[in-house]
């Protein structure tokens, strides 16, 4: 292993420990490449995570394993990095690291963290967000101009009711829309804002956007409001997401969106990109706006479709089986492909999109389920539901623990 290297930043002493790590063996990236990655786009990346408080997502044992999810702040650490005491609705709460310059940058991505997961407030008030955020989520089968049609009509919506659009890329298969606000509104009314802007936006490209809460009933592009509801995270401005070509989260301006792809930015071309051109998103700070106009539509539109409370079973409609609940992803596809080559002449009949691939957030970490919609397998062909491939209980050890 090698010798800890300390940095000084700012005045500021950073210990980077096994700096040269691989991180990303496809492109040669160490733990301590992705350090000076974030130094030097610090000043973007802090447009995005700076003032607020961050769950830590540490991927302690390489990007191929599951990350787990870290909302206390560690006991050791600097007197420097600050916190901010979060209250949750389970009655708990934590102190959550808040990072304000690029030593606080290299000091989370030394714990293991890859990218940055902030809430959309700011540490001085933690009950009024400061931003909307839009996630286009794809259902399985869609292609990328088919988002990017999508984050155009979201942008007209956002624009056409007083706010300033600005997107990038998720480092993933979706697309991100934010818009500043002033912090004057609580987590229910900003999300019922964002929740009026998918609606406009379903209302306006029915074909190819969505705004359905149950994943199975949903085609096309969704676009997530969810992520407004407190407690929810997303993967900020120049996030390097744990994919195996390193790529970023990637602000871009409106014109560079017709033609960009996901591809096009990883770590090292993010790095070109942001000496050649700087940030995008450097204006942000300056264009709040107010959630008025859209809170007037979610009344002309009226009541949403209810999510659900968490008590009883709602009645199914849609044909839905489960086939696996796994600590990993890995796990849950392989019980799939178990059920697949014992329905083989049903899975032949399955769209892209009836297999639904869900990432379900543990008390620290993912766990995974599928599930198979079989709306297009004829009724008398349909599989019954049968013991799940792979059974894994997430709650089962804190169970445990708490008894």
């Known amino acids: 292993m090698a010798k800890p290297q300390v940095l000084e930043i700012d005045g500021r002493e950073v210990r980077v420990t096994n700096p040269d790590k691989l991180i990303f063996p496809q492109g040669g990236h160490t733990k301590l490449d992705l350090v000076r990655y974030y130094l030097t786009v610090a000043r973007g990346a802090l447009r995005g995570v700076g003032g607020r408080p961050m769950i830590l997502k540490r991927f302690v044992k390489g990007i191929d394993q599951e990350a787990f999810f870290q909302k206390r702040a560690p006991n050791t650490r600097p007197d420097w990095i600050e916190v901010a005491e979060l209250h949750y609705a389970s009655g708990t709460s934590a102190e959550e690291v808040v ?29 009024h967000p400061d931003e909307l955020r839009i996630d286009l989520d794809p259902m399985p089968g869609v292609d990328w101009k088919q988002i ?43 999300r019922l804002a964002a929740e009026t802007v998918a609606r406009e936006v379903e209302n306006r490209a029915p ?14 592009v969704f676009v997530d409001f969810n992520q407004n509801a407190k407690d929810r995270t997303v993967a900020s401005a120049y996030s390097v997401r744990a994919n195996a070509d390193a790529r970023v989260s990637t602000p871009v301006s409106w014109d560079e969106v017709a033609d960009c792809r996901p591809e096009q930015f990883t770590l090292p071309t993010v790095l070109e990109r942001y000496s050649q051109i700087g940030d995008p998103w450097s204006g942000i700070e300056e264009a709040p706006g107010v959630l008025d106009r859209l809170l007037e539509l979610a009344e ?9 409370k968490g008590k009883g079973r709602r009645q199914m409609q849609m044909p839905l089986i489960e086939i696996a609940r796994a600590k990993t992803k890995e796990e849950a596809l392989l019980g799939f492909e178990r059920w697949k080559a014992r329905h083989l002449e049903v899975f032949k009949q399955l769209q892209p999109a009836d297999v639904l691939v869900d990432g379900m957030r543990g008390r620290s970490s993912i766990w995974y389920r599928i599930r198979v919609n079989l709306q297009h397998v004829p009724e008398a062909e349909r599989p019954p539901q049968e013991p799940l491939e792979v059974d894994y209980d997430p709650f089962k050890e804190w169970r445990e623990s708490s008894s």
């Open 300 to 308: 002309q539109l009226g009541p949403a479709e209810k999510p659900p």
């Open 99 to 127: 990072v304000r310059d690029a030593a606080g940058l290299a000091w989370v991505i030394n714990l293991g963290c890859i990218d940055l997961n902030p809430h959309p407030v700011r540490a001085e008030d933690l009950d």
């Open 207 to 220: 074909d190819i956007a969505t705004s359905r809460w149950w994943k199975e009933e949903r085609e096309g």
């Open 148 to 190: 990017i049609d999508v984050a155009l009509v979201a942008r007209e919506v956002l624009e056409e009711h007083g706010l300033t659009a600005w997107p990038k890329t998720s480092g993933s298969r979706g697309f991100h829309i934010y818009a500043r606000i002033d912090p004057e509104w609580s987590y229910p009314q900003v």
